[in-house]
């Protein structure tokens, strides 16, 4: 049974630091890739970082120099350090990975829109609330 838990959200003043894990069962770290995804109230979810079977990781515009994902492979958590945090993180933070475990690209892996939907596994969120 695939199954990936956040925790690690909290309420922090802008400039702070949170580190988010994702706890990951079954086969999730064969997964092709794996990313940290947020929804903020009225917007859609948006993938912010992503780290790919063969270690190669990306990041969106928005938190690039901030945030840094990295996965142990040994515990099976996916991390998500956030730093320098501004209001507009204020989101719910998802942990996903891709269904796929075979014949996985050998570059970035992003997953977005309803692709992501259907073809990653989800876990339940995590609330990050950043206040001035």
């Known amino acids: 049974q695939e199954q990936l838990v956040e925790s690690g959200g909290g309420s922090v003043q802008v400039g702070g630091s949170l580190k988010l894990s994702c706890v990951t069962s079954?086969?999730?770290?064969?997964?092709?890739?794996m990313g940290w995804y947020r929804q903020a109230p009225g917007k859609e979810r948006e993938l912010v970082s992503s780290?790919?079977?063969?270690?190669?990781?990306s990041v969106t515009e928005d938190v690039k120099g901030r945030f840094i994902i990295s996965k142990d492979k040994v515990k099976n958590i996916l991390y998500l350090q956030m730093n320098s945090l501004k209001t507009e993180d204020t989101a719910v933070y998802y942990c996903?990975?891709?269904?796929?475990?075979?014949?996985?690209?050998?570059?970035?892996?992003?997953?977005?829109?309803?692709?992501?939907?259907?073809?990653?596994?989800w876990g339940q969120g995590t609330q990050v609330t950043v206040s001035s």
């Open positions: 780290i790919s079977y063969y270690n190669f990781t």
């Open positions: 996903a990975a891709d269904r796929r475990t075979s014949d996985c690209f050998k570059g970035s892996w992003w997953s977005t829109g309803t692709y992501a939907d259907k073809n990653n596994y």
């Open positions: 079954g086969s999730i770290f064969s997964s092709c890739g």
